[in-house]
């Protein structure tokens, strides 16, 4: 017995609103790199604060050529992030964008977020090949952009929120970071949030690792120019070096892992019987439909693109993914014998875990 299909009826309505949000989409993809060129031929920073300008005048300030620069400027106008004037044919950054394209130690600061949504999307030829074959992608692998873009999307809330409300959250780690405490910062990448707590605290110690030698390197740069003496070595997450640490910090990388639970049970290890771990993570909830929302979406995309292959590339490949939510997250910590874990703070983009044994 055979069926006949019956034709499926197409709202022309709905079909046009759909096509006409997928031109918006092409745009955003497209505004992403004029973003990523306006911030490094230092485009944003020029117009901040200087009124209106005309493409000739900001070509001129920026030495750049003309005619790229008006085709930019239109493209910045048409999506909101500058205004234009066509009485006087000026181009504005308002004040509020111009804190979010500008300043690097505001929480709203943008264009790193777009440089690293760059530096992924140029990965797509060999994420389509992964994508057939189930291999992982390192992150080691990836364009620097990625890199670079990942430390400077996340650094301004690191620098808002982890000395000022995350620590504080935390029971009596304040007080030992004050007195003097032994403090690892595991995924440190660039270290800047282990910068930032020495920098803070000074009478404690910290040492940072990663896999990842040329981060290290310039984690290294970092603290020489900060002027903090702290210590970075190049090690895996389930194999840093030492013990009795009064904190250990994970800070948006644990979903990165290959064994999230091995570097779990690493973490166990080497704290003291009063330490505590803090594990910062990309805000998530538990249920698919709870992270269906604009943040939500961005770090889908980073999990599909950048986060999943990065730990399908390591040994056990677990392949946690960025929007773990709390409930796999608090999983991953009690297979590695933690029996106390509670959200101490949070941020519209990030989660805070207490973990303690």
Not at 195 to 200: D, T
Not at 326 to 343: E, L
Request: charged content about 20%; overall charge negative.
């Amino acid at each position: 017995m055979t069926t006949i299909d019956q034709p499926v009826s197409i709202d022309g309505d709905k079909l046009m609103q759909f096509v006409f949000q997928a031109v918006g989409e092409v745009g955003a993809t497209l505004n992403a790199a004029l973003v990523v060129m306006g911030d490094k031929l230092g485009y944003y920073r020029t117009m901040a604060g200087a009124g209106g300008l005309t493409p000739a005048e900001l070509a001129d300030r920026t030495g750049t050529h003309e005619r790229y620069v008006r085709e930019w400027l239109n493209a910045q106008a048409a999506g909101g992030f500058v205004t234009y004037d066509p009485s006087t044919g000026h181009y504005t950054l308002p004040p509020e964008q111009t804190v979010a394209l500008t300043d690097e130690n505001s929480p709203a600061f943008l264009p790193g977020f777009f440089q690293i949504a760059l530096g992924t999307v140029q990965e797509t030829d060999r994420m389509i090949d992964a994508a057939r074959s189930g291999a992982g992608i390192g992150w080691h692998e990836h364009d620097t952009d990625v890199h670079d873009g990942c430390e400077r999307f996340f650094r301004p809330s690191y620098h808002a929120n982890l000395v000022e409300s995350w620590l504080p959250a935390l029971d009596g780690v304040v007080g030992k970071l004050t007195n003097g405490a032994k403090v690892a910062d595991i995924g440190c990448g660039h270290g800047a949030s282990t910068i930032l707590m020495a920098q803070a605290y000074p009478r404690s110690s910290f040492t940072g690792s990663d896999y990842h030698q040329e981060s290290i390197a310039t984690a290294r740069e970092r603290a020489t120019a900060a002027g903090v003496d702290v210590t970075f070595e190049v090690a895996g997450s389930t194999a840093y070096g030492g013990e009795n640490y009064d904190l250990v910090t994970t800070f948006d990388a644990l979903h990165d892992m290959g064994d999230p639970v091995g570097a779990a049970r690493r973490v166990r290890e080497s704290l003291a019987a009063d330490g505590t771990w803090m594990v910062v993570e990309p805000m998530a909830g538990d249920k698919v439909e709870d992270n269906l929302n604009p943040v939500g979406r961005a770090y889908y995309g980073f999990s599909t693109l950048l986060c999943t292959p990065a730990s399908l590339s390591q040994e056990v490949g677990l392949g946690l993914g960025t929007q773990a939510g709390p409930a796999r997250i608090r999983d991953v910590t009690t297979a590695a014998g933690f029996t106390r874990f509670r959200v101490a703070a949070q941020t519209p983009f990030n989660l805070v875990y207490e973990v303690r044994p």
